[in-house]
Every structure is written in structure tokens, then in C-alpha cells.
């Protein structure tokens, strides 16, 4: 009997310690899942494409961002490659860049006209080496931004400034900008030829301004600009104009 109890009392302590363990196991899927889910949550509220490659070069993660963009579902992008959905040309170079990062472990940044589904994109893209601290497996975490409206509006603002300046070369007239917290004075290719300089042979300040006009204009200037960082009201250029001209005058002489 003695022996019979003492088989009870173990059996009853295995099936106590294998609920431990079972509510343990659980504990931790449970905690495993939740973490997966935080990461899943923060990655597809980002607005840029997020993709984690092996070193077969194939995708092991992606984010919505990505999936929208490239077309393909989240099943259908996991475990391909660039060359499976790219023009052989782009993922080659894609693929050499990878080789790259995976062998010298060097982060590479670079900007990359794509064609995603007949539509041209320039993406801003990031690419590092990740590293399995339990299996020492390599991976490349790859992070893109669209910046194909961005390019676009700079671009846009070259031809815009290509355009006033042609036009200002061809009415004789100038614009300038001043930064009053850097005293930075920032003068039109014209506004330079207007006064017999080359464009940006010198460097222009406001005081630098000031010292080369004539007394009688200084203030009548200073006045003008002050009171219109004060009221928002844009300055006369009528009055800029004369005091130009003799600064002009003065040079010549």
C-alpha cells in the first residue's frame, strides 16, 4: 500500500508538472504569435516597401506596401526574387548589390528607376545585413520609398527656374532672396550680370549689400525691408531698381 501511494503521489506530481509545462508551451506560442502580430502591425503601417531576402535571394517577408505596389499577393511574393517579376537587366543589377551587402556586410543606399507593372518608378532604397544571432543565417532587410513624385517636382522646379532665368536674361531684370537668421543673400545669374559681376563670382551677405550702396539709398532699403517682414506687404522693387542703377553707375566708374 505504501508503494501503491507513493506511485499515486508521483503520477499526480508528473500530471501536475506536464500542465505546468503544457500552460508554459501555451504561455509561449501565445506570447510568440502576439509578437509576430505586433511586428506584422508596425511594418504595414509604414508607407515604404518592406522585404526581408535569404541568401537564395528570395523574399522570406513582405509588407502591404509592398504587395500594393508590386501587384502580387502576399503568398505569390514570398519565396521569389526580383528576377522573377523584373526585367532581367534590373534584377541582375539588383542581385549584384545583394551579393554585395550579404559578403562585405556594407549598408548600400541608392536611388533606382523601376518598372512595376508597365509604370515607371524611382525608388529611394536601403538595403543591410541582418544576422540570425542563433543561427548565424544572413539575411538583407530592404527598405524602398516611392520618390517619383519628389524627382518629379524637382525636376519641374529646374525647368521653372531654367525658364525665369532665360526670361530675365532677356528683360534685363533680376531677383534676389535674403535669409535674414543666416544674413545669406541668394542673387538670379542676372541680378549678378546686372551689377558687372560673373554669376556667383562673389559671396553676397546683406551687410555686404549695404556696403557697397550709396548712403542716400541705405536707409530708404533697410526701412523697405523691415517693414515688410513685418506686415507680409511685398517691398517696392521700383526703389531697389534706382539703387541698383547706381551702384551700377558707381562700379563703372
Not at 16 to 24: D, P, S, V
Request: glycine letters at 4%; hydrophobic letters at 30%; one cysteine or more.
Amino acid at each position: 500500500m505504501k508503494d501503491e501511494k507513493k506511485t499515486k503521489a508521483q503520477l499526480i506530481k508528473e500530471i501536475k508538472e506536464l500542465r505546468k509545462l503544457n500552460n508554459t508551451q501555451d504561455k509561449s506560442e501565445f506570447n510568440c504569435k502576439r509578437s509576430r502580430e505586433f511586428l506584422d502591425n508596425i511594418i504595414n503601417s509604414i508607407d515604404d516597401l518592406i522585404y526581408i531576402i535569404d541568401e537564395t535571394h528570395q523574399n522570406i517577408l513582405v509588407n502591404d506596401k509592398y504587395c500594393e505596389v508590386s501587384g502580387l499577393t502576399r503568398d505569390e511574393a514570398m519565396r521569389k526574387s526580383d528576377h522573377d517579376f523584373l526585367p532581367k537587366e534590373e534584377a541582375d543589377r539588383f542581385r549584384k548589390i545583394e551579393e554585395k551587402v550579404f559578403k562585405t556586410g556594407e549598408t548600400y543606399f541608392f536611388d533606382d528607376v523601376t518598372n512595376y507593372r508597365g509604370k515607371t518608378i524611382i525608388f529611394s532604397t536601403r538595403k543591410s545585413l541582418l544576422i540570425d544571432t542563433l543561427t548565424e543565417d544572413k539575411y538583407i532587410v530592404g527598405i524602398s520609398r516611392d520618390i517619383t513624385e519628389r524627382k518629379q517636382a524637382e525636376e519641374n522646379l529646374k525647368k521653372s527656374q531654367s525658364y525665369l532665368f532665360k526670361a530675365q536674361q532677356i528683360a534685363n531684370t533680376g531677383s534676389w532672396s535674403w535669409e535674414s537668421d543666416s544674413d545669406e543673400v541668394i542673387w538670379s545669374d542676372q541680378t549678378f550680370r546686372m551689377l558687372g559681376y560673373a554669376p556667383n563670382e562673389i559671396q553676397v551677405s546683406y551687410k555686404w549689400l549695404l556696403g557697397i550702396m550709396h548712403p542716400d539709398d541705405v536707409e530708404p532699403l533697410t526701412k523697405g525691408i523691415e517693414e515688410s517682414m513685418k506686415t507680409g506687404k511685398p517691398y517696392r522693387l521700383k526703389e531697389l531698381k534706382t539703387i541698383m542703377n547706381k551702384v551700377m553707375s558707381e562700379k563703372a566708374i
